[in-house]
């Protein structure tokens, strides 16, 4: 399918760029301000079916343009840069604010704390604006929250696919689970398979 | 068991002293969050419960999102009342415990106990509820207490504001003999969102109604094992009584079918009133058509056939039904003993000739319970009955004597 991009799609396989979407995890996804509890989660998608509603969008309520997405990954990624597609008649959200590796926000501190970065979004119906990211600040990125405060004056505000394009490590963030301290180790009691063939063992 | 942290908002104002709950609203209120906290508590284990007073000085913070049981309870002692109630700024610094909470990954609850009158606008309300919805907080309203119109109104436009999905939930609780906790078990601000719970909520209404809610014998299994248990055992056993006892009936009611085929309305009224019972007894034992109840049914046809006048065999039927029921050689006895005391040959004949009939019989057969009329000791049987009756009959021209046996 053609990408109305200005260079011929042969070179390179557009949906493949806009990949970090596989590496969200969907199960965690969540949003302050959605009308439809859990809609947020049909915002993330592959790149060619980005204006696909089927699966419904992201609104927020009614009167209120405010939302606040939070999206944690399964590893850590770096983003290059975000895409928005937003809806028609004033649906779209105007201002972007991206917070990155924090838990738990909701919008009194979206309001006062300094985002990461920040964009003045245009409507972008059909998915083709990329907003770069400040690559430097978005290296080893856990989770992504971002905030949209204001729409083109809209009743609410809807989203039909938030895209992002980027690398994924394959480290993850989050530190040990569980940890058991021994006073006395033995290391015969952790054996791996990995130890099994090896030459040296301790008693 | 739905992950949880709950701020609970107190209303300690002077129109707590009133009587009209008993003992008095502020007891009935604390009653009330003491289950409420237990509730929250039991259905997960790591859900927090915080408390803050509304009236009094100002809005103050008791205990702030806590598993501890115990700390909640003792911050409820020793409150004191004060003037009044300011619901705004307690769902406010509420929200802000809330947020603050250590475990993100709970959801946000707010129970507020609304006792005095309120003197907001609807509008304020409006702007607070949809605030918390937009923060994903839901919110519970316990509306007790005083009662000036309008108050109930703007309780519930605060929660429709925040509803979101069913989350929140208000009660309106009028003055009365039942106390406040008791009419708050049933309410789904107990029963969490219709799950989690409800086995404390049913725990603690059978434990203070006294009554029989929830658990089967009225004891609650937690609390008293071996004597819900000893209790179970005896209604087992008792049930297993009637069962046989039940059982009995419905095969004295299959004889008595089968000796009174006379068309007697009474006899016929009793029949199908003991048919209907039996049928109802034994439509679950269906499958329990045994050789026993095979070999009685032969037994009581043949009787029917050799034996006296029909009544006669009736009233030795509903005599021996029990006997027979357990003994079929002490049956037998029996039966051979009546049918040397038989005399009348006219019935039956009569009755011979009746059950001749052979789809007559069938139909009978047919229409008991329990009886499978394609069972083939019973089909053996039906054709021995022609040769026997009419083998029989030739006798009883011959001797009273007759051979009964099948």
Redesign the interface.
């Known amino acids: 399918m053609s990408c109305l991009h200005d260079h011929s799609c042969e070179d390179h396989n557009c949906s493949a760029d806009w990949s970090l979407h596989t590496h969200i995890d969907l199960s965690k996804v969540s949003a302050l301000n959605e009308a439809v509890a859990g809609s947020v989660k049909s915002v993330f998608k592959p790149w060619n079916r980005r204006l696909d509603t089927s699966e419904g969008f992201l609104e927020s309520n009614d009167g209120d343009p405010e939302l606040l997405v939070f999206i944690p990954f399964t590893s850590d990624v770096k983003i290059k840069s975000i895409s928005v597609v937003g809806g028609s008649g004033g649906t779209s959200p105007s201002k972007m604010r991206a917070f990155i590796n924090r838990d738990g926000i909701d919008f009194s501190d979206a309001q006062n704390m300094q985002p990461v970065q920040e964009w003045d979004l245009n409507e972008n119906l059909q998915g083709l604006l990329e907003y770069q990211t400040r690559y430097s600040r978005f290296q080893g990125v856990g989770n992504l929250t971002l905030h949209f405060p204001d729409n083109f004056g809209g009743d609410t505000t809807q989203i039909y696919y938030i895209g992002l394009k980027g690398e994924a490590t394959q480290l993850k963030r989050d530190v040990v689970a569980t940890i058991v301290y021994e006073i006395t180790p033995n290391p015969s009691d952790h054996k791996t398979r990995a130890d099994a063939g090896s030459l040296a063992h301790v008693e | 068991m739905v992950l949880e942290a709950t701020m609970i908002c107190i209303d300690n104002s002077e129109w707590m002293r009133n009587g009209d709950y008993s003992p008095s609203r502020f007891q009935a209120q604390a009653d009330a969050i003491n289950l409420i906290c237990g509730a929250k508590t039991q259905s997960n284990p790591e859900n927090t419960v915080g408390v803050l007073t509304m009236a009094g000085k100002g809005v103050r913070v008791l205990v702030t999102p806590t598993s501890d049981l115990g700390k909640i309870l003792a911050c409820l002692h020793g409150l004191d009342f004060g003037c009044e109630m300011n619901l705004t700024a307690g769902i406010q610094v509420a929200q802000l415990a809330l ?1 603050h909470r250590q475990n ?1 990954k709970q959801k946000q609850r707010i129970i507020v106990f609304a006792g005095s009158p309120i003197t907001y606008e609807k509008k304020t309300l409006e702007a607070i509820g ?1 605030k918390l ?4 907080v839901a919110l519970d309203v316990v509306d007790f207490g005083e009662s000036d119109d309008g108050k109930a109104e703007k309780l519930e436009t605060l929660v429709a504001a925040v509803n ?2 069913d989350n929140s939930h208000i009660v309106h609780v009028s003055p009365g003999p039942n106390a406040l906790s008791d009419v708050l078990i049933s309410t789904p601000i107990f029963s969490g969102d219709g799950e989690g719970g409800s086995g404390f909520a049913a725990a603690a209404a059978a434990a203070s109604a006294g009554g029989v809610s929830g658990f089967d014998f009225g004891v609650d299994p937690n609390l008293d094992p071996e004597l819900a248990l000893a209790l179970r055992i005896s209604m087992e056993e008792e049930r297993a009584r009637q069962e046989a006892a039940a059982k009995k009936a419905a095969e004295e009611a299959s004889k008595e079918e089968k000796g009174g085929e006379q068309a007697s309305s009474s006899r016929d009224t009793t029949m199908s009133e003991a048919v209907n019972t039996s049928a109802v007894i034994a439509d679950d034992k269906r499958q329990n058509l045994t050789d026993v109840e095979a070999a009685l049914l032969e037994q009581a046809l043949a009787m029917s056939m050799d034996g006296a006048k029909s009544s006669s065999v009736d009233m030795i039927d509903a005599d021996m039904s029990d006997a027979t029921a357990e003994d079929p050689e002490l049956a037998y006895a029996l039966k051979m003993s009546v049918q040397e005391s038989a005399g009348d040959s006219s019935t039956h004949s009569g009755m011979s000739k009746v059950l001749e009939d052979q789809s007559f019989v069938s139909s009978v057969l047919n229409s008991l319970p329990g009886v499978d009329p394609n069972d083939p000791s019973l089909k053996d049987f039906l054709a021995s009955l022609q040769d026997q009756s009419e083998t029989q009959q030739k006798r009883k021209e011959d001797s009273p004597e007759k051979d009964g046996d099948k």
């Open positions: 947020k993100k949809r919805k937009k923060n994903s979101n999905n």
